[in-house]
Structure formats: structure tokens, C-alpha cells
């Protein structure tokens, strides 16, 4: 999931609980007063449930993006020893170049 997903994702949640919160509160001053710690429970609940939920979903952020890295490390590793590869074989050919022109300043 892209940065700006994730920023309008964690935006909406908290759009979403603060609405909830909204609702309740004005609940809350509508009940007598001996329900409003049952109230709050429930609400304490459902806070604790959309904060489980968020670390849920940020955590499994967090396993996609160690994967990406991991792949692009991979690549990073194979890229290099392709480089190191071409890099040795280039060596010898430039002496090979070099050995012939001395050969051939030598025949004339």
C-alpha cells in the first residue's frame, strides 16, 4: 500500500471515530446518569477494538514494505554481481587489445 493510501486510510478511521465519539457523547447526555458508565465501557470497547485494528493494519503495512525490501535487496545483490561479472571479463579483454597492439607495432 502506497504512503498517501495509507495517510487517507488512517484519515478516515479518524474521521470515523470521531464521529462515533460525536454520537455518543450527545447519547450519553440524553441517558440518566446510572447507564453512562455502561456507556462508557462500550465506548472504551470500541476504542480499544479500532485501535487493535489500526496496529493490525499498520503492522501488516510494515511486513509488505520488509518484503519489498527484501526483494529489492535481492536485486541490488544480483545487479552487483552481474557488474562484477562484466567488470572481470572486460579486464582481460582490454590486456588482450593491448597485447595485439603491441604485436602489431612490433611486425611494422
Known amino acids: 500500500m502506497s504512503r498517501p493510501m495509507l495517510l487517507v486510510f488512517l484519515l478516515l478511521i479518524l474521521i470515523i471515530?470521531?464521529?462515533f465519539?460525536?454520537?455518543?457523547?450527545?447519547?450519553?447526555?440524553?441517558?440518566?446518569?446510572s447507564s453512562?458508565?455502561?456507556?462508557?465501557q462500550q465506548i472504551s470497547h470500541r476504542e480499544e477494538a479500532v485501535k487493535e485494528?489500526?496496529?493490525l493494519s499498520q503492522e501488516k503495512n510494515i511486513q509488505g514494505l520488509?518484503?519489498?525490501i527484501r526483494s529489492l535487496?535481492?536485486?541490488?545483490?544480483?545487479?552487483?554481481?552481474?557488474?562484477?561479472?562484466?567488470?572481470s571479463s572486460v579486464i582481460?579483454?582490454?590486456?588482450n587489445v593491448i597485447e595485439l597492439e603491441r604485436q602489431q607495432m612490433l611486425e611494422d
Not at 36 to 40: F, N, R, T
Open 17 to 19: 471515530t470521531s464521529q
Open 21 to 33: 465519539e460525536w454520537k455518543q457523547q450527545l447519547v450519553i447526555d440524553l441517558d440518566p446518569s
Open 36 to 40: 453512562i458508565s455502561q456507556k462508557q
Open 53 to 55: 485494528k489500526i496496529i
Open 66 to 68: 520488509n518484503e519489498i
Open 73 to 87: 535487496q535481492e536485486q541490488l545483490k544480483q545487479c552487483r554481481n552481474s557488474k562484477e561479472t562484466r567488470n
Open 92 to 95: 582481460p579483454m582490454n590486456e
